[in-house]
């Protein structure tokens, strides 16, 4: 069964510094789709940035950027500049595609110190 | 222009009642899901259909029935009420059939905080 993992359960930055988020998973597949969703208080499921497995190069969206390593199964989240309205839970989730559920992590709550 | 909707967004009833919520998706999708996500935020899924059709049912107490009318709306009544189906529940919709390679990002709706007295 694949299984998703965020050790972290908190961490806090300083707005305009840069954090990275781990996350690890476990799976048997070749073919599979990584995502970072944020929720903030709202509670809306907010799609960050997405990775697809056959993909070598990493993801970027503006200020979020991913270090995916097939290999060691890890799909870290980095956030630059870190803004107050980055403040919220970030979940890492998995599917490996057509009519597949997402699988997601425990979450991290990222607090920004202003 | 809202993407995934879903009502009522907020729901308190007694234990014992029964209840639905209704979820609705105008991005053309062909698959929709509801997930559960409990007091410690676990997110978990619970159902997928694909074009009307069941396709994921992942343990769920039969007190639970997803029932599809179109692959636009899914919606999820819930029977004899008890007090551990307090959560919230986010419905979520992608598109898994198509030309060329598909990233299988799901878009979730605002989610229904469900409280049961």
């Known amino acids: 069964a694949q299984t998703v993992t965020q050790s972290q359960p908190e961490m806090s930055v300083q707005e305009a510094e840069t954090v990275t988020l781990s996350c690890t998973y476990d799976?048997?597949?070749?073919?599979?789709?990584l995502f970072w969703y944020k929720q903030p208080p709202s509670r809306q499921m907010i799609l960050v940035i997405r990775q697809e497995a056959y993909k070598q190069q990493n993801a970027t969206e503006n200020r979020f950027s991913v270090n995916f390593q097939k290999a060691a199964k890890s799909f870290s989240l980095k956030i630059s500049d870190s803004q107050l309205g980055d403040a919220a839970m970030y979940f890492c989730?998995?599917?490996?595609?057509?009519?597949?559920?997402?699988?997601f992590g425990k979450g991290i709550t990222l607090s920004v110190r202003p | 222009d809202t993407a995934v909707s879903q009502t009522p967004k907020y729901l308190v009833t007694q234990m014992g009642n029964d209840k639905s919520i209704k979820c609705e998706q105008n991005l053309g999708h062909d698959t929709m899901y509801w997930y559960k996500q409990d007091s410690k935020k676990f997110l978990k899924i619970m159902f997928s259909?694909?074009?009307?059709?069941?396709?994921i049912n992942e343990t769920v107490p039969n007190r639970f029935s997803p029932k599809s009318p179109d692959k636009a709306h899914l919606n999820l009544h819930i029977n004899s009420l008890e007090l551990g189906d307090s959560a919230v529940y986010f419905c979520a919709s992608s598109q898994v059939v198509g030309s060329g390679r598909l990233s299988y990002e799901q878009y979730f709706g605002p989610g229904t905080r469900l409280t049961v007295t």
């Open positions: 259909y694909n074009n009307k059709e069941l396709i």
């Open positions: 799976t048997s597949e070749s073919d599979y789709y």
């Open positions: 989730a998995y599917t490996t595609g057509a009519n597949s559920k997402l699988t």
